[in-house]
């Protein structure tokens, strides 16, 4: 555990990534956390650890990172930072990723914090431990260039509309059929899961595709049970039909940590 002290004056704040129940080595801690921060260390909090690093005032309060959080690129180089410090603290066992930026006044703050949730965070840890996360997306099948709206051959406006009617029909079956597709594959996952949560599906800002997506969702699976849940996904996706699906994981369960910290005179008003 690190003697640090309680943080003084202006010159710091404590930026807490994720508590556990088992203490990570300090090889589990050589990862950077936040480059403007110092070293990740570790906190004892009434038996739980949390991973914390020390992050400048003039970079992490409120008003200049809520200013830093409403760039792009900043969101995702503080996130890419989070899930380093978020990832040394479950190398060792089960882990409760905290929320984005979770800022303390200093360590005395902090522990003060996590131990008065003690229960909050052991139940999480014990539906977490030797459990991960697997994220999965299914988008409606890309249409066959053949597939394109043909050119009008004439026939006068009657003929026209009868044609857009029928086409018009037939995106809708399809799009019927990839969400009841999209809905049994949730439906055939979830029996490999111990847990599963839907987000609300990506636009295609986010997405990048133009065909819509019709499942995003995330899925606690036990390890024992991981060659089970691979296999299921190898089987779906390549069966091919209404829908395409991407698979990542496995990944720490943020998904399923949902400690968001209370209301803290001691903690800082700049977390996400």
Known sequence: MSG?????GDASLVCAFAVTDSTPDDVDLVAPGHEEGGPLRVLDA???????????VAL??????????ERPAELERCAR?????VEA???????VPLPLATLYRGDGAA?????????EFGALLDLLGDRTEWAVKAHAAEAAPGDAEPAGDGGGGRAY?????????????AHGRALAEAEAV?????????????????????????????????????????????????????????????ASGPWVPYSFARAAPAADPERTGAGA
């Open 4 to 8: 640090h002290q309680e943080t003084g």
């Open 46 to 56: 009434g038996g739980l650890s949390v991973v914390v690093q020390d992050v400048p």
């Open 60 to 69: 992490f309060g409120e008003a200049a990172l809520r200013e830093r959080l």
């Open 81 to 85: 930072a989070h899930h380093r410090g």
């Open 89 to 95: 603290a479950a190398r060792r066992g089960a882990a």
């Open 111 to 119: 522990r003060r914090a996590v131990a008065a949730r003690a229960a």
């Open 161 to 173: 509309l009868g044609r857009a009617s029928a086409r018009n029909r037939a995106r809708q079956d």
């Open 186 to 246: 949730d439906a055939e996952l979830r029996r490999f899961a111990v847990a599963a949560t839907r987000h609300r599906p990506q636009g295609e800002r986010l997405t990048g595709r133009r065909a819509p997506q019709l499942l995003n969702a995330a899925y606690l699976v036990d390890d024992a049970a991981r060659p089970a849940f691979t296999r299921a996904l190898e089987r779906i996706a390549g069966r091919g039909g209404a829908v395409t699906i991407d």
